[in-house]
């Protein structure tokens, strides 16, 4: 069963320091997901694609957050520089253009920033 | 805007014992409604959906139907097992081309043997 890659799983860095977190959506999949959550919490929408390009990043912290998907396909998502705040589960989720729209989860990348 | 709101957590139920989770939302337009499960350390599982009034979704002996009278999607289980175990969210989306989730708080279930 097809499934959505991330990478790392698992990420500690310290405080003012870049991090970067890879997605490699389910195959044939036009648009693609980053969602944040804290613990304890439901997940929120960062950035959302539609192939290459930028559907919705209104929630994107965008003077320290930055994210791409220059082929239409896989993503970065990048933080620099990293607060004590952005501590948490990034996750990353893809859907089909066509309906019926169910979004498909990867395991997301835990960040601890000390 | 557009909102869910779900019970909180957490909630302790023994084996065999039947689940509810009450989910309720807000939203401008008629929202297609989803259940994610989350497990430790793991993204979250479609488990249920539905995408109009009174429908109803199902999967793994878990229910939830559609009540735009009462805008609800609680979810419903018979007979839970210590497998259930998890964190479960309740979401909607809108149609349009952002068709975004909007995610409650989530409600952490723990099963006991």
């Known amino acids: 069963e097809a499934e959505v890659a991330q990478s790392p799983r698992y990420k500690i860095t310290e405080k003012s320091q870049a991090v970067a977190f890879w997605c490699d959506p389910i195959?044939?999949?036009?648009?693609l997901y980053w969602y944040r959550q804290i613990l304890g919490q439901g997940p929120e929408l960062l950035v959302q694609?539609?192939?290459?390009?930028?559907?919705?990043d209104s929630q994107l912290p965008k003077d320290r957050f930055s994210a791409e998907r220059l082929k239409g396909v896989d993503s970065t998502l990048k933080i620099q520089p990293a607060e004590l705040g952005d501590s948490a589960m990034y996750l990353c989720?893809?859907?089909?253009?066509?309906?019926?729209?169910?979004?498909?989860f990867g395991p997301g990348t835990r960040l601890t920033v000390t | 805007g557009n909102s869910v709101t779900q019970m909180e957590g957490p909630v302790t139920l023994s084996e065999e014992a039947f689940l509810t989770i009450n989910c309720t939302y807000t939203a401008t337009g008629y929202p297609s409604l989803f259940w994610y499960v989350q497990y430790p350390g793991e993204g979250l599982q479609l488990l249920l959906k539905?995408?109009?009034?009174?429908d109803k979704g199902s999967n793994k002996g878990f229910e939830a139907t559609y009540r735009k009278e009462t805008t609800s999607f609680h979810l419903e289980k018979g007979s839970v097992q210590v497998s259930d175990s998890a964190v479960y969210f309740c979401?909607?989306?809108?149609?349009?081309?952002?068709?975004?989730?909007?995610f409650g708080s989530g409600t952490q279930l723990t099963v006991l043997p």
């Open positions: 694609f539609q192939d290459e390009s930028v559907v919705d």
């Open positions: 989720a893809s859907s089909a253009s066509g309906g019926p729209y169910e979004q498909y």
């Open positions: 979401a909607l989306s809108l149609s349009g081309s952002a068709r975004q989730l909007t």
């Open positions: 195959s044939g999949h036009a648009t």
């Open positions: 539905a995408t109009k009034a009174d």
